[in-house]
């Protein structure tokens, strides 16, 4: 419950509106009540001596109070619907928002499947019972206890009977309250793996298909859909226990009132109104008492969705601005070419480390890239190379050591400042589901978040990247959707849009990881060509696995093992570097 009340600031500038929906829904289940109260008055009066002016009278009000009734309904529903969709609203942009500011080692231990069902399945959970669950589940008792009052006033004996029924009940719902979180648990979790294997099964249907192991998917998700069969089972298990022994108690106080009831008009300590009152009354709370069962359920389930929504929100982004960020960010402004510190990168003494790793991955890394110069890094598989390159834009920050971009510690600088001196892509291109102008026109971020580009310059970029062509040939030219919802375009396609969007700001700084693999070596030449002469201010750093590129680079950096091995040219380690020789496949 503490998790569901993590919730009130959000709903505290509504809850005036959030509390007269509530009065509302009291009101218009209330106000029937008047109605067994009219019936036992009807009986013990106008009916027993024949009135019938003030029989009319008592079923006019009858009608006044279901009117009443249905309006009070009406306008809670009004009420209610807009605020409680706001809320959801707030909720997921909250949540959208931080996943944006987790870290990549946030992302990378959580399934994408929690996370989506956290944000999706959850938050409608908890919307649904702010809606409906938690106005009933505040009015339900209030109704039994206004139930029991008119009770009182009919004849007291009846509420002493319905409080000693009340309490094998009560013991009942303790019982179920324990098992059935645990249920909701289990249940909405693996709803998050359900969400998880889908994704993973669409996003890998090529290699299923062709390896035929759709089969072997669909086993896969049978064994997580059959648990979440069982988890459901269990609670409607339990909720068919709950429902069972919270819809007897109404059943038997009806029989026992009516019992009870007839004793009393025979020994005369009751009037057959007061008996017919009683009984009207407990058939009105019956919907009430009845519907405990459902609200506790969803209460119970809603908390349940309220920890797993803070569970995500509540895990702290590591890589944060610093407290100096503004400070930093004027300096940066005021950085200017004359500056002998501005287009470095360096590495001083970088050591990294995952955390969940024994050893560093970057063991003391020293490397120096002057203003306007392409270093090619170039090393063996899972030597650190991706490490490096994700250093730069603070992807990771160094476990010792310190990386420096024009001169400051890239944890010095905001966040928004740092990424946008730089442009990055990466060997797997990610394009969004947007027209290949927006996929391109995010590389420009400016610091205030904006992007800043016309369609001259989202062409200059796709020059560079020699896309500009086949950009052309698109259905739509440039307004071509692509992404995972448009048009399919082929891996050294996306790699080169990609790359235009990481030039299209024209970068201070050029971060590039093997972002030409899947692109033909002519193509990679044309396009290395047109980087050096046209951004020649750019300072690269270019994973490399081909001679081509290095032999484009201005220096190469030769890795292994998380240490820089030697720096050199192209040529020059040829010759002095038996490793780099092994690397581009130069035999001797
Ligand atoms: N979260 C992690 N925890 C521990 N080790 C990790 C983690 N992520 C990556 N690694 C390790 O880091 C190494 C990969 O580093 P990196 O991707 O920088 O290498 P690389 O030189 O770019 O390789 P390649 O040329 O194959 O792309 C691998 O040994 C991998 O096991």
């Known amino acids: 419950m503490r998790d569901l009340l993590r919730f009130w600031p959000d709903i505290r500038p509504r809850a005036w509106r959030y509390a007269v929906s509530i009065l509302l829904a009291l009101f218009s289940t209330g106000i029937g009540f008047l109605i067994p109260v009219l019936t036992g008055r009807a009986v013990d009066g106008p009916i027993a001596d024949h009135d019938y002016r003030r029989l009319v009278l008592i079923a006019l009000l009858v009608v006044a109070v279901g009117f009443a009734e249905s309006l009070a309904q009406l306008i809670r529903r009004m009420i209610t619907a807009g605020m409680t969709a706001d809320w959801e609203v707030l909720w997921r942009r909250r949540l959208f928002s931080h996943l944006q500011r987790l870290d990549i080692t946030h992302h990378d231990e959580w399934d994408s499947g929690q996370m989506l069902s956290r944000a999706t399945n959850d938050l409608t959970q908890l919307r649904r019972f702010t809606a409906f669950g938690l106005p009933f589940l505040v009015i339900t008792p209030c109704l039994v206890v ?66 035929g192991r759709s089969p072997w998917a669909a086993q896969r998700f049978r064994l997580i859909v059959e648990r979440l069969r069982g988890h459901e089972l269990e609670k409607v298990r339990l909720d068919a226990w709950l429902f069972g022994a919270i819809m007897l108690l109404p059943q038997l106080a009806l029989v026992a009132f009516a019992a009870v009831g007839a004793w009393g008009v025979v020994t005369g300590w009751a009037t057959l109104g007061q008996t017919v009152a009683a009984i009207t009354l407990m058939m009105y709370l019956r919907m009430p008492i009845e519907m405990f069962g459902f609200l506790l359920a969803d209460a119970l389930m809603a908390a349940t969705a309220a920890t797993r929504y803070w569970e995500l929100m509540d895990l702290e982004p590591r890589i944060t601005d610093p407290k100096a960020a503004e400070a930093a960010a004027v300096t940066s402004a005021a950085a200017s070419s004359s500056d002998p510190a501005t287009g470095v990168l360096e590495f001083d003494r970088v050591v990294f480390q995952h955390e969940d790793a ?61 990424r946008s001196r730089m442009g990055v892509a990466f060997e797997e291109p990610i394009l969004f589901s947007a027209s290949v102008k927006e996929n391109v026109a995010m590389g420009t971020q400016s610091v205030d978040g904006g992007t800043a580009i016309d369609e001259n310059g989202v062409w200059e970029a796709l020059e560079i990247a020699q896309a500009a062509d086949f950009v ?58 047109r980087l050096r002469t046209v951004l020649a201010e750019t300072t690269a750093l270019i994973v490399a696995h081909r001679p081509s590129t290095a032999a484009l680079a201005d220096r190469v950096a030769v890795m292994d093992d998380g240490r820089i091995l030697a720096v050199g040219g192209h040529e020059e380690l040829l010759g002095t570097s038996a490793v780099y020789r092994t690397l581009m496949g130069v035999k001797v």
Not at 391 to 406: I, K, M, N, Q, S
Not at 480 to 504: H, K, P, Y
Request: hydrophobic share 45%; aromatic share 4%; net charge negative.
């Open 146 to 211: 206004l139930g029991g009052v008119i009770l009182s006033f009919i004849q007291p004996v009846f509420v002493v009977l319905l409080v000693l029924m009340s309490l094998p009940t009560m013991a009942g719902v303790a019982w179920f309250n324990s098992r059935y979180k645990i249920a909701a648990r289990a249940a909405q979790d693996t709803m998050g793996e359900v969400s998880t294997s889908v994704e993973e099964s669409v996003q890998g249907i090529r290699v299923l298909l062709a390896f």
């Open 358 to 418: 024994e050893t560093p991955l970057l063991a003391g890394v020293d490397l120096r890239i002057a203003p306007g110069e392409t270093l090619a890094l170039v090393g063996t598989t899972g030597t650190g190379k991706t490490a490096m390159t994700a250093l730069v834009p603070r992807l990771f920050d160094v476990t010792e050591g310190a990386v420096r971009v024009d001169g400051h510690d890239v944890r010095d600088l905001a966040l928004a400042d740092l």
């Open 472 to 529: 052309r040939a698109l259905p739509d030219g440039l307004d071509t959707e692509v992404g995972e919802q448009g048009l399919s375009l082929s891996g050294g396609q996306r790699q080169r849009i990609a790359l235009a969007r990481a030039v299209a700001g024209r970068p201070r700084f050029l971060v590039l990881d093997d972002p030409l693999s899947a692109v033909d070596v002519d193509t990679e030449d044309r396009v290395q060509n």
